[in-house]
């Protein structure tokens, strides 16, 4: 039998301070990765790891931070806007670059397209209801928003 060792660790055991990758590590950040694709950001890999393993363990968790921090705003905006009627949400996540900044982007921008497109059309609609028939709908609107229009 093989003594157990850093550079000889037992199946499970973490190799501390070498920064060797080893088949234990690996199995690790496989299971992190299956639960992050399948949605659990409440997995994180131990980062008190040396070398390339604790670089690896500080990126995978800043990752996992940031995508349940991203999702966390995303719902609560559709929980706002879309089910409590609360509008003008905006989703806040600081710190994003690239695809994610998009992607907030985009939400921020549907948000505040439907709470302009709506807040528009009520006003017109309380007009109306007052018998004022003066006001229009000025908002630009397209698909089922511009028949409401």
């Known amino acids: 039998m093989a003594e ?5 660790p037992r199946p499970g055991q973490r190799t501390r ?4 990758v080893g ?14 694709r399948d949605g659990d950001f409440g997995t994180r890999l131990p980062d008190e ?25 995303v719902t609560r ?3 706002e806007v879309g089910t409590e009627g609360t509008l003008g949400g905006q989703a806040e996540v600081p710190g994003v670059s690239g695809t994610w900044a998009d992607l907030t982007d985009s939400v921020n921008a549907m948000a505040g397209n439907l709470t302009t497109q709506v807040r528009d ?8 209801a007052r018998g004022d028939l003066s006001q229009k709908i000025d908002v630009d609107a397209r698909g089922e928003i511009l028949e409401l229009k």
Do not use: C, W, Y
Request: glycine share 10%; aromatic share 4%.
């Open 23 to 36: 088949e234990p590590e690996l199995r690790q950040l496989l299971a992190g990765l299956t639960a992050v």
């Open 77 to 79: 905006v559709a929980r």
């Open 17 to 20: 301070g070498t920064g060797k």
């Open 4 to 8: 157990t060792t850093a550079e000889n």
């Open 49 to 73: 790891a040396e070398g390339l393993l604790g670089e690896i363990a500080t990126v995978f968790n800043g990752m996992v931070d940031q995508l349940s921090l991203f999702t966390s705003e």
């Open 121 to 128: 059309i009520a006003h017109v609609a309380t007009a109306v």
